[in-house]
């Protein structure tokens, strides 16, 4: 068996990694594909100690870096059950491919994906100008005009932080009112940058073959079709966590994250969680590696405090 068994392989998942071999343990990665969301990101600028960098670059040295210790990498495979730990005191992990992996401790990074809206020219102008992070990618749109499409407290967050750096943002929230905190409605209606447009349907994101120039959307109350000419989308309709699988075995929120403690520990004893598939706020690269480390660390101090000698 595995002294730590990490399942999930992109930034929290890498980090335990190279934390758990470092300790000279059994560590095992499982991913369905190694590298996770930084795989599809393009330009990386808030990497702290380097100014400039791509997913894929990132994600390949993310991999050698864990390949520099004793990792067992098994990629392409996917987790479908947790088994809590028996009698042996083993925490089983289930996997598609029909095999089971034993482990004394288990750390659960399986990330999380935003959800799409599922129209025309969203794939097509995916990092060409539709965008799911403001953190992210809003200074890529300085002195642009941009979209927000969603106004729950995310897109509504989104829309107010955008429009300090953008030349206008338009909200467009399909609902006939925004669902975020009056607080941050408040905050968004104060500022002369913002249009917020409700009852809204989007319809298709416009392009002109390169790069996004417009967003279509249709009335929902007088069923008119409308185009706004922008240079940026970004859809803040919810990120769903990996964690259909874990219903039932750990405690999510009714989001469907992890729910864990200050050090990463789970509702289940032994097993541990880091990153975009948890509670913890901010989702975020550098987030997810020094939650990944820390979980890695606190499985680490579980083993020797309950491991026989
Ligand atoms: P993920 O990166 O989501 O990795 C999850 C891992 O788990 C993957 O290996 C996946 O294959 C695996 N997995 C999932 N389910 C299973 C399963 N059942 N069995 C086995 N394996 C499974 N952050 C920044 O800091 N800066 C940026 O510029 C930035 N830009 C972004 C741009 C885009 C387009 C996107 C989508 C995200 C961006 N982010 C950025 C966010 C950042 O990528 C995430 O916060 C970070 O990758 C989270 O790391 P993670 O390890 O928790 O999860």
Not at 81 to 96: H, I, S
Not at 114 to 123: F, K
Not at 170 to 196: G, W
Not at 219 to 237: C, K, N, S, W, Y
Request: glycine share 10%; aromatic share 6%.
């Amino acid at each position: 068996p595995y002294d730590v068994l990490i399942v999930g392989g992109g930034p929290a998942g890498a980090a335990a990694g190279i934390y758990a071999a470092r300790k000279g343990i059994r560590t095992g990665i499982v991913a369905e594909r190694f590298g996770g969301q930084v795989l599809d990101t393009m330009a990386i600028e808030n990497f702290i100690s380097v100014p400039e960098t791509d997913g894929p670059k990132l994600a390949a040295a993310m991999e050698r870096h864990v390949r520099d210790y004793e990792v067992d990498i098994m990629n392409l495979q996917r987790a479908e059950r947790l088994l809590p730990a028996g009698d042996d005191g083993l925490v089983e992990v289930q996997l598609a491919s029909g095999a089971s992996l034993k482990s004394k401790t288990v750390l659960l990074s399986t990330g999380a994906r935003w959800r799409q809206m599922n129209v025309p020219g969203e794939e097509q102008y995916r990092n060409k100008g539709v965008a799911y992070c403001p953190h992210c990618d809003g200074p890529l749109f300085k002195g642009k005009r941009v979209a927000v499409v969603g106004g729950g407290n995310s897109g509504v967050e989104a829309a107010i932080d955008l429009a300090g750096i953008v030349e206008h943002v338009t909200l467009i929230e399909f609902d006939s009112k925004l669902r975020a905190d009056e607080v941050l409605q408040r905050k968004l209606r104060s500022l002369p940058n913002v249009r917020v447009i409700v009852s809204a349907q989007t319809t298709e994101v416009l392009g002109d073959g390169r790069r996004v120039n417009a967003l279509a959307y249709v009335d929902r109350t007088t069923h008119e079709a409308h185009v706004v000419p922008l240079e940026g989308v970004f859809v803040q309709i919810g990120l769903l966590p990996n964690t259909e699988w874990l219903k039932g075995t750990v405690e999510l929120t009714p989001r469907g994250e992890i729910i864990i403690d200050d050090r990463g520990q789970t509702s289940l004893p032994g097993v541990f969680a880091a990153g975009d598939a948890t509670t913890v706020p901010y989702k975020q690269i550098v987030i997810a590696m020094s939650e990944g480390s820390k979980a890695a660390l606190s499985a680490f101090d579980h083993l020797i405090r309950h491991s026989a000698p």
